[in-house]
């Protein structure tokens, strides 16, 4: 199985911080045939389900909005949130869909400060 | 727009079978693309994915190997809808419980409301 490991596991920042979380896979979710990294992040509010916010790596879904970003490749991946807002608090994933059983990482939480 | 409705019971007694059934509205469970997922979310195990089904001219299943000799999920095409069943449930099956779509077979847009399902006598 690919084990997905995140950094750090909570995090608390001030509004309009930009905020960064990191995502390491145990083996490379690149695949050569069509060089896209099978990689997806989500956001999860309390009594809610998680919600997808970047699917291979760095593709925005529709209606996200553009402070969030992912970068990455291969083993290492991140998810910015370039300006903080309230509505931002949750607990964000990283998931691999690079190979079955998909796997996510351990989640890490975001507060304001 | 895509719904996924899920019902079933929220107590389980040990050793039985947990049964939970998921309605899919704004698309076909036998979409030749698509693949129906069942996802669990408990704070000691995290999310963990615990199989899904799919069909690409036949139908396909693949599951968890921490599951797979408890595990059945199967497509009702008549109803539009995918069910779970988890046979010899323990306390340690107790979580929130969630269907889901991957549109192409990959990441998931969509999902169920979750099902809190507690396995206690």
């Known amino acids: 199985d690919i084990v997905m490991t995140q950094s750090p596991d909570s995090l608390t920042m001030s509004l309009g911080e930009r905020a960064t979380i990191n995502c390491k896979s145990s083996?490379?979710?690149?695949?050569?045939?069509?060089?896209?990294?099978?990689l997806a992040w989500y956001q999860q509010k309390p009594g809610q389900p998680p919600k997808l916010l970047i699917y291979?790596?760095?593709t925005r879904e529709s209606g996200v909005p553009d402070r969030f970003s992912g970068s990455g490749s291969g083993t290492d991946f991140t998810l910015t949130i370039s300006s903080l807002q309230a509505e931002d608090v949750a607990v964000y994933y990283c998931?691999?869909?690079?190979?079955?059983?998909?796997?996510f990482g351990q989640g890490t939480k975001v507060e304001i400060k | 727009q895509v719904q996924l409705q899920q019902s079933g019971p929220g107590l389980v007694r040990p050793s039985q079978t947990l049964s939970l059934t998921c309605a899919i509205s704004?698309?076909?469970?036998?979409?030749?693309?698509?693949?129906w997922n069942w996802i669990r979310q408990s704070p000691s195990r995290g999310l963990e994915w615990l199989g899904r089904?799919?069909?690409?001219?036949?139908?396909?299943?693949d599951y968890a190997v921490s599951v797979k000799s408890r595990i059945t999920i199967n497509p009702d095409t008549s109803k539009n809808q995918l069910s779970l069943q988890l046979n010899s449930v323990t306390p340690e099956d107790t979580a929130v419980y969630y269907c889901?779509?991957?549109?192409?077979?990959?990441?998931?847009?969509?999902w169920g409301q979750g099902t809190l399902v507690t396995v206690s006598s």
């Open positions: 089904t799919y069909y690409r001219s036949r139908w396909y299943n």
């Open positions: 889901a779509r991957a549109p192409s077979g990959s990441y998931i847009d969509f």
């Open positions: 083996q490379s979710v690149l695949y050569s045939s069509d060089s896209k990294n099978y």
């Open positions: 291979w790596a760095s």
């Open positions: 998931q691999q869909y690079y190979s079955t059983p998909w796997t």
């Open positions: 704004g698309d076909s469970v036998s979409r030749n693309s698509a693949a």
